[in-house]
């Protein structure tokens, strides 16, 4: 199945529910599921087909459809995919029959480690999945997590690294404080393009 106009659009608005909590003193932001995200779809774009999503669960990933991206799974649903966490070694068997694979924040292990979190042979295999047709939303974020990816990154000429992005310009702020590793994307600062994907289906 080739990605379709509903499926990233869809998966763009995930962006959206996951939001940042402080504590009292406003410090150590951390993030959280948003648990008051409205869900619903008023018009599912898939009422009588519903594409597979695999979730992978199965490479001590920081997001889940339980943990922090409960609100991107519920929403995936409410459109009319059939969600299924992931919780086996990707192979040919373990991958088939689904249309979409999301992997968010996979790691060696719980500890930080910028070893890979995928095996040689997972990476062929999903490689070739995506080659018959699959779909794959592969996220990354800060290290280590890039390190973690860049074996499964490469096998699609994607190049990730360790690091961090500050931009002291188009951070959030609270009371005035930037927080420069926090870039906000709005059509106002010119980080949010027009596009079909950020136009959403109307």
């Known amino acids: 199945m080739k990605p379709s106009l509903p499926v990233v659009t869809g998966m763009l608005l995930a962006a959206l529910v996951v939001s940042n909590s402080s504590t009292a003193r406003g410090q150590n932001l951390k993030q959280i599921a948003d648990p ?15 594409p597979r999503l695999l979730f992978d669960e199965a490479h001590h990933n920081r997001h889940t459809t339980k943990g922090r991206f409960k609100p ?13 966490p992931n919780k086996k070694t990707f192979t040919k068997d373990s991958l088939r029959g689904f249309d979409v694979l999301v ?18 042979a997972e990476c062929d295999a999903v490689r070739a999945w995506v080659r018959g047709g699959g779909a794959l939303l592969l996220i ?16 699609f000429g994607v190049d990730m690294r360790d690091g961090y992005t500050k ?7 609270r009371n005035n404080v930037p927080f420069d590793w926090q870039l906000v994307f709005t059509r106002d600062n010119k980080l949010l393009i027009d596009h079909a994907i950020t136009a959403s289906r109307r």
């Open 36 to 50: 008051d995200f409205d869900a619903k779809v008023a018009h599912p774009a898939f009422t009588k087909t519903h």
């Open 140 to 155: 990354a974020d800060h290290a280590p997590h890039g390190s973690a990816a860049k074996n499964l990154a490469n096998r």
């Open 167 to 173: 931009d002291p310009e188009h951070c959030f702020r």
């Open 72 to 84: 991107f799974a519920d929403l995936m649903a409410n459109d009319g995919y059939e969600v299924t």
């Open 103 to 120: 992997i968010a924040n996979a790691a060696a292990q719980k500890e930080p480690s910028t070893k890979p979190a995928f095996t040689e």
